[in-house]
């Protein structure tokens, strides 16, 4: 058994955020992670040429911005480079492959049981303080698709994908219209593929210049405005999208990310690729029969490799049984500013779906609020 202030469960930016406030406020923590690195999304499991989607100025971890030198979209590998700097400044060790399997509030304490990964044994850690910082992308999922099974080509999710060198010349349907999705049909497109992509629902595509001035909108004037902004322009640059199978949602994008968590897709190419015909747009899958895949509207095409970007489940809710914090997909239940703040010692961070910008807000009012009890 081990004790400490404040034990923080997920060592990606939201908890490598929330460690740092409480190491310059110093406050013991421990910090439980059931990969075997900190970041472990952004260095196991994203492909090779994935930028941040959003300015630097928006990504930049708390106490420590990003070097001026540093592009306006860091790409994967400076923004590593970024964290492992962090790490190193606020003497961040997390406890790796400890997955926690359950957790309780008695007696004025949390207890949280986390099973060590190498050994099988379960630990148990306890804290006064107890923060959620798991991340929104946990466990990748897959759908379920009527005859996924007999697919008998090769079948991964976007955790699996580094780059398209290897899928050249294969035939590849990208499964989800994202900014994962998105870009990987164009890196695949890149590097040889010959690349479909299924665009099951509306979806807005941006610039990132548009994006970028979008942002400023909302942070001067109001979400309503920047909508209207990104919506006209986009239009203007990129013209009627709907003729080439994809359509825009009647809610601006910023209104929808607000409401349900749904980006906008930054264009990284795919507009033109699309346009140019190099990858083709189709509608929901409707079922899979060996190599075949038959869509809603009826056409069928055979594939060597189905890649889905189809998001993430949480598996937060299957240790934390307390119910006013999180809703059943292991997100805040209560819209930000107040998201962060549960009862009895109970915190989350970066969990109502705003982005690196959101989660170093939510460590800084947690860490604080800590201190204030201690």
């Given at each position: 058994m081990e004790k400490a202030t404040v034990t923080i469960v997920g060592a990606g930016p939201s908890g490598m955020a929330t460690a740092a406030y409480l190491h310059q406020l110093s406050i013991p923590y421990i910090l439980l992670e059931r990969e075997d690195c900190y970041a472990s999304l952004w260095q196991k499991h994203t492909y090779d040429r994935v930028h941040l989607h959003l300015p630097k100025q928006l990504c930049t971890l708390p106490l420590m911005p990003m070097p001026d030198h540093y592009p306006t979209y860091v790409p994967r590998r400076l923004f590593l480079d970024y964290l492992n700097d962090y790490v190193t400044r606020f003497h961040i060790r997390p406890v790796y492959r400890r997955s926690v399997e359950a957790s309780r509030y008695d007696a004025g304490e949390w207890k949280v049981g986390a099973r060590n990964l190498d050994s099988g044994e379960v630990e148990e850690y306890r804290s006064r303080f107890l923060v959620v910082a798991t991340g929104i992308s946990t466990d990748p999922s897959i759908p379920e698709i009527e005859g996924l099974g007999s697919f008998?080509?090769?079948?991964?999710?976007?955790?699996?994908?580094?780059?398209?060198?290897?899928?050249?010349?294969?035939?590849?349907?990208?499964?989800?219209?994202?900014?994962?999705?998105?870009?990987?049909?164009?890196?695949?497109?890149?590097?040889?593929?010959?690349?479909?992509?299924?665009?099951?629902?509306?979806?807005?595509?941006?610039?990132?210049?548009?994006?970028?001035?979008?942002?400023?909108?909302?942070?001067?004037?109001?979400?309503?405005?920047?909508?209207?902004?990104?919506?006209?322009?986009?239009?203007?640059?990129?013209?009627?999208?709907?003729?080439?199978?994809?359509q825009r949602p009647k809610k601006g994008p910023y209104a929808l990310k607000d409401e349900i968590g749904k980006y906008p897709v930054i264009d990284a190419g795919i507009v033109d690729k699309i346009k140019s015909g190099e990858i083709k747009v189709l509608p929901a899958i409707s079922s899979i029969k060996g190599k075949s895949v038959i869509f809603e509207n009826e056409e069928e095409y055979s594939y060597d490799v189905l890649i889905f970007c189809t998001g993430f489940k949480r598996s937060t809710k299957q240790w934390l049984k307390e119910d006013y914090l999180l809703n059943e997909d292991g997100l805040a239940k209560i819209t930000y500013p107040n998201n962060w703040k549960g009862i009895n010692g109970l915190y989350c961070a970066g969990l109502a779906r705003m982005g690196i910008y959101g989660a170093a807000i939510d460590a800084k009012k947690i860490a604080h609020h800590i201190k204030s009890q201690i």
């Open positions: 008998n080509g090769e079948v991964l999710h976007s955790t699996e994908y580094k780059n398209g060198g290897r899928f050249s010349g294969k035939k590849v349907l990208v499964v989800g219209s994202g900014n994962s999705g998105m870009e990987i049909a164009v890196d695949l497109a890149d590097g040889g593929a010959r690349t479909s992509i299924v665009v099951r629902s509306p979806v807005h595509v941006v610039s990132r210049r548009i994006s970028a001035m979008a942002i400023a909108l909302i942070k001067h004037t109001s979400m309503k405005w920047a909508d209207l902004f990104a919506t006209t322009m986009s239009k203007i640059v990129f013209g009627d999208l709907s003729k080439y199978g994809i």
